[in-house]
């Protein structure tokens, strides 16, 4: 075939491409569906994204596509990282995804993000590296930290953001990747962090923390105005004006998460 499937990130788009082609070719998407033991409307539904790719078609499929073993591992991971539910598996996908070369020179942005924003000490320790007396010596930095870190995850933190430009003695470097990606790697930040300051909390004195928190009913409207002022509180963090020296790395949360959620809404999440 001459559509490679190394070329999408997403495959719904290239299924879409290969019925095209196939069209074009005098195959119909009902011929194929039938070939590959499931129904046209279902994989109609597929395409529009109403329904998600069963993996025990893909060989099925593949054979039709005519796909090599390296281009079959290549799309079952990308329709993992599609459809799956659960994030950490979606990254395992992804990291596998990484690896092919076609991939990692049409995606470099996203290869360099992602593992920037998996690991979240390369991200503190980049925050780190804009405050007063930081030194890039691994047992200064281990010394820091309140999770720890061991001496060769800081040392490959560094060799990485040194690398990409992104320590505070860099020149200033910013991180782009798409927007599908940005969404998988920051739920397993956000997972990562949680846990972290979960784990802290008996560890720290009160005085050297704030923990706020009440339980309040919502309608949709209200809500979206909840985000709003919760967006503007963290700006205005953000923009806080450090008048002393900077001593110690603070990593900001504001949460609003539901404790119920209605039978429709549960239908969409499913």
Same mark, same amino acid.
């Given at each position: ?57 893909? $060989? ?16 079952? =991971? @990308? ?81 990485? @953001? ?10 200033? =470097? ?37 923990? @706020? ?10 809500? $979206? ?13 953000? $923009?806080?004006?450090?008048?002393? =020296? ?12 539901? @404790? ?11």
């Amino acid at each position: 075939m001459s559509i490679k499937v190394y070329h999408f990130q997403d495959y719904r788009e290239y299924f879409k491409e290969m019925f095209f082609y196939l069209k074009s070719k005098k195959v119909s998407m009902r011929k194929v569906a039938k070939e590959i033991g499931v129904s046209n409307a279902y994989l109609t539904m597929v395409i529009k994204g109403k329904r998600n790719f069963d993996l025990r078609y893909l $060989e099925a499929i593949a054979d039709y596509f005519q796909l090599n073993i390296s281009e079959r591992s290549y799309l079952k =991971n @990308l329709i993992i990282i599609c459809d799956h539910e659960d994030s950490r598996t979606r990254s395992e996908a992804y990291k596998k995804l990484a690896r092919f070369r076609s991939y990692k020179t049409q995606q470099k942005d996203d290869v360099i993000f992602h593992k920037y924003l998996d690991n979240w000490y390369y991200v503190a320790i980049r925050e780190l590296s804009f405050s007063e007396g930081f030194k890039e010596d691994p047992f200064w930095i281990q010394e820091k930290f309140l999770p720890k870190l061991k001496i060769r995850e800081i040392e490959n933190a560094l060799a990485f @953001l040194k690398k990409h430009g992104l320590l505070a003695t860099e020149d200033d =470097n910013h991180l782009n990747c798409s927007e599908g990606l940005y969404k998988l790697t920051l739920t397993n930040f956000h997972q990562d962090m949680l846990g972290i300051i979960s784990e802290s909390i008996p560890k720290v004195k009160r005085d050297y923390r704030n923990i @706020l928190g009440f339980t309040k009913s919502l309608d949709k409207k209200s809500f $979206e105005k909840a985000k709003d002022i919760m967006a503007k509180a963290l700006k205005d963090l953000e $923009e806080l004006d450090v008048e002393t =020296n900077k001593t110690e790395l603070y990593h900001f949360y504001l949460l609003a998460s539901p @404790l119920t959620l209605s039978k429709e809404k549960k239908n969409e999440e499913s």
